[in-house]
């Protein structure tokens, strides 16, 4: 199905073709069109335009409105009048809200555009290290990527996934060799695994056995010369691609991925091993990026190390702090790798956009990373590459989330408490719901999870958030249970509807909480467009909470099954519930929020 224009849209083009004509000496004007609480929408182009042609605002807002037909003739427009210094102000039809969702209900996807693929993107997020408890500064890179994925694939992107985990580094030297010389610290007991291998044990056993593997590694590396001689050795071999070693170092992978997956699966959210790719799949890259680097000139020698330099990225000192892409002792770092992904996503995946999902305090980092490529002709005006920087997670006293004994909060332990503090609302409500006990687990988990996500994702990714489990589970206020009630709420509505059917009658008068209701609807497909040319997410959440909020409003002030109205006003009042529900349902779901049935 075509997709579906929206009033907006429709009304900004009446209005630009009536400022043409009008003021043909203006030549393309906007309208600058938007909502109002005066009307339906107002549109302030006028006095911009004014301001130009040096003429009176209200005389030409006149000049505009006469040349539209007092009702125009396919019926979208009611009314237009002049206000103020010359604002339009625009009320629609009842007729045309109506039809507009029933346009939109006739199609799976609510009527938003589906584009026409022009790009690639590439999206670097979840970026957990192998060998280390998940804490919760990994959520947002998680949250915040998952969220863009699911809203640029359903806009028409084709998405490529990149989860570049931690996987290389000198601390594998350590563990390796002591894994060399207590060779059985990864096997598991019998009935946790196949043979050894890991394959059927839990992520909680995946994790204590390298927590228990690092600390022995470690104390014995902090304690013995000879073993810490032995691990640095040990780091030589794994980099030079030394059999034994590289089959070891892939047991901590595949032991970390377990761990991984069972921390995602707890975050309702699919991982796909193929778009795991870490630090060590560019291993083989360095040298030549290096290389090229430096005989284009891009980077240059400064005391032993392979250096770019920036006229604006200076130290305390007024110095240049370069971005070092080789160490003067031969090693590789962060830069070179990062670079060698850009390269590999441009000229392998043929990714035309580069969204990276990273904590705003690398910002200065992927600056220079994003500009060294550009100079180097790997980022250019077809290829762009962009930070989709975020945020801290705060504790309720404002600082950084830590536990009472100091320590970086375990983001499994976080998310099992979300979980449990969810399920006793759930719990409360259960007996009015009807719900038994396997439905207030799943939806215990749906809340808690989808509570803890939507209070991420409805704060703009640059600001820090508090963490505040009381205020994300309530069911007053801006949070996703509120939503998720709101949804089921319909649901339990459409249930008890029986024979009633969901049906839009265009030609029945509104009132004013379902114009308000209608009109919020029809704006989804312009949020969507918006949110995926902004990697903002943040304005989904804000839509989906005032759509939930215009519901509520409908809910009070128009009962929708009372035995007073008329079948044709039930049936129009249903389908107002359903559209809204759809929305919401939908809405929710790019944000990674289920929505369960009933609550």
Same mark, same amino acid.
């Given at each position: 199905?075509?997709?579906?224009?929206?009033?907006?849209?429709?009304?900004?083009?009446?209005?630009?073709?009536?400022?043409?004509?009008?003021?043909? #000496?203006?030549?393309?004007?906007?309208?600058?069109?938007?909502?109002?609480?005066?009307?339906?929408?107002?549109?302030?182009?006028?006095? /911009?335009? /004014?301001?130009?042609?040096?003429?009176?605002?209200?005389?030409?807002?006149?000049?505009?409105?006469?040349?539209?037909?007092?009702?125009?003739?396919?019926?979208?427009?009611?009314?237009?009048?002049?206000?103020?210094?010359?604002?339009?102000?625009?009320?629609?039809?009842?007729?045309?809200?109506?039809?507009?969702?029933?346009?939109?209900?006739?199609?799976?996807?609510?009527?938003?555009?589906?584009?026409?693929?022009?790009?690639?993107?590439?999206?670097?997020?979840?970026?957990?290290?192998?060998?280390?408890?998940?804490?919760?500064?990994?959520?947002?890179?998680?949250?915040?990527?998952?969220?863009?994925?699911?809203?640029?694939?359903?806009?028409?992107?084709?998405?490529?996934?990149?989860?570049?985990?931690?996987?290389?580094?000198?601390?594998?030297?350590?563990?390796?060799?002591?894994?060399?010389?207590?060779?059985?610290?990864?096997?598991?007991?019998?009935?946790?695994?196949?043979?050894?291998?890991?394959?059927?044990?839990?992520?909680?056993?995946?994790?204590?056995?390298?927590?228990?593997?690092?600390?022995?590694?470690?104390?014995?590396?902090?304690?013995?010369?000879?073993?810490?001689?032995?691990?640095?050795?040990?780091?030589?071999?794994?980099?030079?691609?030394?059999?034994?070693?590289?089959?070891?170092?892939?047991?901590?992978?595949?032991?970390?991925?377990?761990?991984?997956?069972?921390?995602?699966?707890?975050?309702?959210?699919?991982?796909?091993?193929?778009?795991?790719?870490?630090?060590?799949?560019?291993?083989?890259?360095?040298?030549?990026?290096?290389?090229?680097?430096?005989?284009?000139?891009?980077?240059?020698?400064?005391?032993?190390?392979?250096?770019?330099?920036?006229?604006?990225?200076?130290?305390?000192?007024?110095?240049?702090?370069?971005?070092?892409?080789?160490?003067?002792?031969?090693?590789?770092?962060?830069?070179?790798?990062?670079?060698?992904?850009?390269?590999?996503?441009?000229?392998?995946?043929?990714?035309?956009?580069?969204?990276?999902?990273?904590?705003?305090?690398?910002?200065?980092?992927?600056?220079?990373?994003?500009?060294?490529?550009?100079?180097?002709?790997?980022?250019?005006?077809?290829?762009?590459?962009?930070?989709?920087?975020?945020?801290?997670?705060?504790?309720?006293?404002?600082?950084?989330?830590?536990?009472? #004994?100091?320590?970086?909060?375990?983001?499994?332990?976080?998310?099992?408490?979300?979980? #449990?503090?969810?399920?006793?609302?759930?719990?409360?409500?259960?007996?009015?719901?009807?719900?038994?006990?396997?439905?207030?687990?799943?939806?215990?988990?749906?809340?808690?999870?989808?509570?803890?996500?939507?209070?991420?994702?409805?704060?703009?990714?640059?600001?820090?958030?508090?963490?505040?489990?009381?205020?994300?589970?309530?069911?007053?206020?801006?949070?996703?249970?509120?939503?998720?009630?709101?949804?089921?709420?319909?649901?339990?509505?459409?249930?008890?509807?029986?024979? /009633?059917?969901?049906?839009?009658?265009?030609?029945?008068?509104?009132?004013?909480? #379902?114009?308000?209701?209608?009109?919020?609807?029809?704006?989804?497909?312009?949020?969507?467009?918006?949110?995926?040319?902004?990697?903002?997410?943040?304005?989904?959440?804000?839509?989906?909470?005032?759509?939930?909020?215009?519901?509520?409003?409908?809910?009070?002030?128009?009962?929708?099954?009372?035995?007073?109205?008329?079948?044709?006003?039930?049936?129009?009042?249903?389908?107002?519930?359903?559209?809204?529900?759809?929305?919401?349902?939908?809405?929710?779901?790019?944000?990674?929020?289920?929505?369960?049935?009933?609550?």
């Amino acid at each position: 199905m075509a997709p579906v224009t929206s009033l907006a849209s429709t009304v900004d083009q009446r209005i630009a073709d009536a400022l043409s004509a009008a003021l043909p #000496e203006a030549g393309s004007a906007d309208p600058l069109l938007r909502r109002s609480d005066r009307a339906d929408y107002q549109a302030n182009g006028i006095l /911009a335009l /004014a301001k130009k042609l040096k003429g009176n605002p209200r005389e030409l807002a006149a000049q505009v409105v006469s040349s539209l037909p007092a009702a125009d003739s396919d019926g979208v427009i009611k009314e237009i009048e002049v206000s103020g210094p010359g604002f339009l102000n625009i009320t629609v039809t009842d007729r045309a809200i109506i039809e507009t969702l029933a346009a939109r209900a006739a199609d799976d996807r609510l009527g938003v555009p589906h584009a026409e693929r022009t790009g690639t993107t590439a999206i670097d997020y979840a970026q957990p290290n192998v060998a280390k408890e998940m804490h919760v500064g990994h959520l947002r890179s998680a949250v915040i990527g998952a969220a863009m994925v699911e809203i640029l694939e359903f806009m028409g992107e084709k998405v490529i996934r990149r989860h570049h985990i931690g996987d290389w580094g000198t601390q594998f030297g350590m563990l390796i060799q002591y894994l060399i010389e207590h060779p059985h610290e990864l096997d598991h007991q019998s009935g946790d695994g196949d043979n050894g291998t890991g394959a059927d044990i839990d992520g909680e056993t995946a994790m204590s056995n390298l927590n228990r593997l690092y600390k022995a590694s470690r104390a014995i590396f902090d304690s013995d010369e000879e073993f810490k001689a032995r691990s640095r050795d040990r780091v030589v071999a794994l980099q030079a691609g030394e059999k034994e070693t590289l089959d070891l170092w892939q047991r901590f992978v595949d032991e970390s991925k377990i761990y991984f997956h069972s921390v995602f699966d707890k975050l309702d959210m699919e991982i796909q091993d193929p778009d795991i790719v870490g630090e060590s799949g560019y291993n083989d890259m360095l040298e030549e990026t290096c290389r090229i680097l430096e005989e284009t000139g891009v980077a240059v020698r400064s005391e032993g190390a392979l250096c770019v330099f920036f006229d604006d990225v200076k130290g305390p000192d007024g110095n240049q702090v370069p971005l070092i892409v080789k160490k003067t002792n031969g090693g590789y770092g962060y830069a070179a790798t990062d670079l060698s992904a850009i390269r590999d996503r441009v000229r392998n995946l043929g990714a035309t956009t580069l969204l990276y999902v990273v904590d705003a305090r690398q910002s200065l980092h992927f600056k220079m990373v994003f500009e060294t490529a550009r100079r180097a002709g790997w980022l250019n005006d077809e290829v762009k590459a962009v930070q989709l920087a975020f945020g801290t997670v705060l504790g309720k006293d404002g600082k950084p989330f830590k536990t009472r #004994e100091g320590e970086t909060v375990r983001l499994e332990d976080l998310l099992d408490e979300a979980v #449990e503090r969810a399920t006793a609302v759930v719990r409360e409500k259960a007996e009015k719901a009807g719900l038994g006990e396997q439905e207030i687990v799943e939806n215990g988990r749906y809340v808690g999870i989808g509570a803890v996500k939507y209070a991420d994702l409805s704060t703009s990714a640059v600001r820090d958030y508090k963490f505040d489990l009381d205020q994300m589970v309530s069911l007053h206020g801006d949070t996703s249970v509120y939503l998720q009630y709101a949804y089921a709420r319909i649901q339990s509505i459409l249930r008890k509807a029986g024979d /009633a059917k969901a049906v839009a009658h265009p030609e029945l008068t509104l009132a004013p909480a #379902e114009r308000a209701l209608g009109l919020h609807v029809d704006q989804f497909g312009e949020v969507l467009a918006e949110v995926a040319s902004g990697y903002e997410p943040h304005k989904l959440a804000a839509y989906l909470y005032q759509l939930a909020s215009l519901y509520t409003t409908f809910y009070d002030q128009c009962h929708v099954l009372s035995d007073e109205n008329a079948p044709e006003l039930v049936e129009n009042r249903l389908f107002l519930c359903d559209i809204t529900a759809r929305t919401l349902k939908q809405g929710l779901s790019l944000l990674g929020i289920r929505a369960p049935e009933r609550l």
